[in-house]
């Protein structure tokens, strides 16, 4: 079973760049068979899909937050990353890495989440 | 982007009760659906798959239908440890998208 924990600051600064890890286990990013991905919740709402990296390498984001989003992978750690730029007190969110299995396309497994506040 | 709209968005039963939440679609999914449960202070949790399959080591008491644009979630004989927020998500066209929850609360 896919076992997935984020890690990272828990508090950013306005106008700079969010950067969160999720670490993989039981599983292998550079292996087929999931997309690896980011999803946010807003304090009391609800889910929010970020975007997703591929083990190829490819990507997708989320159109609403596209131009400040990118999604990367270290194979060698078995992981991947989130940044997003010039943050914003909205980007305040409990954020979660999750896998994607790639026949079902539903999130079969979740990180615990990691709460980062934007604030001065 | 498809948006999903759930019903009702807050429901308070009591245990053993037979529950029904619904997701629409703003268009045709097929049955590219997904039920996910998350209980306070946790991560969300998948439930059923693709409509109507359950995931693994979930309680057969859940169960979900339909295509298109109508879904259900049903939980029969609910217990007390069912008392969470359920979020549908479609997978049909990115970006993915979830409904806005159904928050169960256990009289």
């Known amino acids: 079973q896919v076992q997935l924990q984020e890690s990272g600051p828990g508090l950013v600064k306005p106008s700079q760049t969010l950067s969160l890890t999720c670490t993989v286990s039981?599983?292998?990013?550079?292996?087929?068979?999931?997309?690896w991905s980011w999803i946010r919740q807003h304090p009391g709402k609800g889910l929010e899909w970020i975007g997703y990296?591929?083990?190829?390498?490819?990507?997708y984001y989320n159109p609403s937050l596209k131009s400040r989003v990118t999604i990367s992978g270290d194979t060698s750690k078995n992981q991947f990353s989130l940044k997003l730029s010039s943050v914003t007190a909205a980007d305040t969110a409990v954020y979660y890495c999750?896998?994607?299995?790639?026949?079902?396309?539903?999130?079969?497994?979740w990180g615990q989440g990691t709460l980062v506040t934007v604030s001065s | 982007e498809i948006v999903l709209t759930q019903s009702p968005d807050f429901q308070s039963v009591t245990p053993k009760e037979k529950v029904t939440i619904t997701c629409r679609a703003s268009?045709?999914?097929?049955?590219?659906l997904h039920w996910y449960q998350q209980k306070p202070d946790q991560s969300p949790k998948l439930l059923i798959k693709?409509?109507?399959q359950s995931f693994s080591g979930v309680p057969s008491r859940f169960s979900g239908s339909g295509s298109g644009t109508d879904f259900t979630l049903t939980i029969n004989s609910l217990e007390a440890e069912d008392a969470a927020t359920y979020y549908c998500?479609?997978?049909?066209?990115?970006?993915?998208?979830f409904g806005q929850g159904t928050k169960l609360e256990i009289k």
């Open positions: 693709y409509a109507s």
């Open positions: 999750a896998s994607v299995d790639y026949g079902d396309y539903d999130f079969d497994y």
């Open positions: 998500h479609q997978s049909s066209t990115l970006p993915y998208t």
């Open positions: 990296i591929y083990y190829s390498g490819s990507t």
């Open positions: 039981g599983g292998s990013i550079s292996s087929g068979g999931y997309y």
């Open positions: 268009q045709s999914i097929g049955s590219s």
